[in-house]
Every structure is written in C-alpha cells, then in structure tokens.
C-alpha cells in the first residue's frame, strides 16, 4: 500500500511541477523544462519498475525484511533522483547526487550473495571517488567567482555571470565536475561503477540505474556545460565532451565484441549512447535537441530491456548467453520484446533513436567533425553486429544441454509494460507532441548556436 501511494504520489508531485515550471521553491529546487522532462520520464518507469520488482520478489520468496529494504532503497532512489533534477544550486546536486548512491548500492546488495557484495563495494568505491571530484570540482568553481563579484553557486547565478568567471579556475572545475558526473552516466573515466551495478542488481532495479540515474549524471554535466559554453572556454569545453565521448563508444565497441553475460551487455551499450548524448551536445546546433531527445527515448529503450531480462533469467536461471537460446519457445511475447528493443536500441527505423542519431550525425557533419563521424559510424557497425548476433542467438539458436522440463510459463501481461515503453520511443521520434517538443526547446536555449 506504501508503494502505490508512492507511486500515485510522484505523479501528483510531476505533474505539479509541470504547471509550475520555472518556479523556485524551498529557495534551491526549480523545475526547469530538462528537470520535468526528466520527472515526467521517471514518473513513467517507476511505475513498470515497482510493478516488476513485485513480479521478481514474488519468484525468490524473499522474507518480509529484505522485501521491505528493497522497496525503501528503490523509494529513497527516485526520491533523490527527483531532487538532483529539479535542483537549481549545484552544491545541492552535488548532496543528493551522493544519496543515489546510497540508496542504490542497498538495491546492488539485495540478493546478498558474495557477488552482490563485490558490485556493491565497487559501486561505492567508484562513486565515493567521483563525487569526492565533484566537490573538488565545486571548490575551483567557488575560486573563479571572485573576479564576478559574487559567491552564489546557483546555476542561474553561474550563467548570468558565465563571462566574468576566473577561466583558468572554470576550466579546473569543468574537468573535476565533468569526470565526477560520468560514474552516473557511464562515460569515460568512470564508467566502471556502473557495469558491475548493473550487473548485480536484480532487473527492475539495473532498469533504473540504466535510465533516469544515469540521467542524474546527464544533468550534472548538462548545467555545468551549459556555464561554459556562455563563458571564454567554450571551444576547450566541448573537446574535453567529444574526447571522453569518442573513448566511450570505443570502450563499448571493445566489450561488446566479447561480452557474454546478457545484463553487462546492455550496460555496455548504454556506454555507447551516453557518448552519442555528449557527441550530439559538443557539435551543436541541431545536435543539442537531439542529444535530450535521446536521453529519454533511450531511457525507455533501456528500461524496457532490463525488464525484459527478468523474465530471460526466470527461463535459463542464467545471465550467460551461452545457457540461453530458442526464446521464441518459451516465451513469444518476450521474444518480440526482444526483437524490437534490439532494433530500437540500435536507432533502425521505426525507433525514435534514428531520429536522434541522425540528426547528431548531421551535427557533427555540418560543425565539420568528419573525420568524428567516420569513426563512430564505423564503431556504431561493430556495435549493431555484436549485440545483433547475442540476441538472435538468444532468440533462435536451440539453448545447449537446456532442461526443457519445468520451465517457468511467462504471463504474457509481464510484457505489456515494455510494449507500451517502446510504443513511446516510435510516438516520441517519429510524432512528437508540441508539448515535449516545447520542452526540449527550453532546456537548449541557452547553448549558443
């Protein structure tokens, strides 16, 4: 019962601060148009998420107590996810950025096993290290605002006096802000904290780490980019973003050429749309509506395939690709899951992410970032074909030495809050409406053209 009121109280709270968008509240939270864009698709995958979450806990029978943490942890998450968006100071970010952690390695640890512990202690470490960046970060911001005659750290101050800041002190805090953020969001350096959470934590959970926690670290860096890009640093800026996000989608190219385990595939490839969002963000122009467009259509996508794997692991009692095969068999409303969110999360038509991924090219292609879009587009290939031949080998190829007696019979039903996910991703790409577009808008009206 606490978690339907939860759920019916987030929705009361989002669309709240729809209808108050722009307004300062409790003196550090503004809803800005990218913090309700983010809400609004928190809002939508924390209702599959709790959903699934009841489905998986009811198939491991765990005992009352664990089942409580689990869904305090899972409410404590979104609770600090939804301040991290709407806050407008990034000390404050910087505070609630560090409950995710908290609050998610409790989820990283349920099954309790050693394994658990591994990803959970890894997790911590990563994301102590990262946030102890952040604030180094946020003391070398504190430095360049002296010669702006001000010591308010809000971001709407920082804009205002983006001009007047110490450059040399800005471009220091860039670097520790930007590196800290990327544990969140899965970008080189510290993409590493991510992998293994995602791994470990059970599917509804990893569905919430994969999609609106890693856009926590997406609006840490947004508002800190969004400063320097107003100030005399904006060309180094968007170097250091086009660095670490080529070195991104390299990293995932080389995993997911040898990944086996099913859950640490999908997290490397949320590695390789981390990178576009930053490629779409540095070049520009069309590029920046594009890269939060495809924040959130891949926040769907993501989630969806995580869901998904709950029900993959129910079958085989395994992650490996190597004990899975001959879904169709098993499970046909899974499998077309499967197929389609493959095909979506590899931006083919009709995902919105070919949208998105098109308009970034066309980006990079008109800021003259040839030589960027070569590359990628040929790492982008490598990609496509791996993550292709697992999951139709999943699909088709029979499993070896697999059990066929007692297999789980799926409920169908279980799929339907994928389908309606993914149904988003088409809506949103392809027929937007006005208000979303708006939105989107908003958010990147502050990035020079």
Known sequence: MLVIAFVLLQIGFTIYEYLHINTIELTYFTADSLGVLLLITLCIISIPAFYHSYVYLGTKQDNPKHTAIYFAAMIALLTSISAAYLSNHIAVTWIFVELTTLSASALI??????????????????????????????????????????????????????????????????????????????????????????????????????????????????????????????????????????????????????????????????????????????????????????????????????????????????????DAGNYFKYNVTGSIVMLLAFFFATAMPPSGLFISEFMIFRSLFESNYLWILIVVMFLLTIIIWSFGKNIFKLLFTPAVDFKEEGVKKINPFESLSQFILLGLVVYLGLIPPQQFVTLIQETIKNIPH
């Open 109 to 322: 640890y349920h099954r309790r096993n050693n394994r658990s512990l591994e990803g959970t202690w890894k997790y911590v470490f990563v994301c102590a290290i990262s946030i102890t960046l952040v604030f180094i970060g946020i003391l070398f911001l504190s430095f360049s605002l002296p010669k702006a005659g001000t010591d308010d750290l809000s971001f709407s101050n920082l804009l205002n006096k983006a001009r007047e800041l110490n450059a040399f002190w800005l471009r220091l805090a860039f670097i520790f802000i930007f590196t800290g953020f990327t544990a969140k969001l899965g970008l080189v350096p510290m993409y590493t904290a991510g992998i293994d959470a995602k791994d470990k934590a059970p599917s509804p959970a990893g569905a919430l780490l994969s999609s609106v926690l890693m856009n926590v670290g997406f609006v840490g860096i947004f508002r800190s980019y969004i400063v320097t890009v107003n100030s005399s640093i904006h060309q180094w800026a968007s170097h250091v973003i086009i660095i670490a996000a080529l070195l991104s989608i390299f990293v995932a190219t080389v995993y997911m050429t040898k990944v086996k385990n099913i859950k640490r595939m999908f997290a490397y490839s949320s590695i390789e749309h981390a990178g576009i969002i930053m490629l779409g963000l540095a070049a520009g122009g069309v590029g920046n509506y594009a890269a939060i467009l495809h924040i959130v259509l891949h926040s769907f996508i993501k989630s969806s395939l995580f869901f998904q794997q709950g029900q993959i692991y129910r079958i085989y009692q395994s992650k490996s690709i190597y």
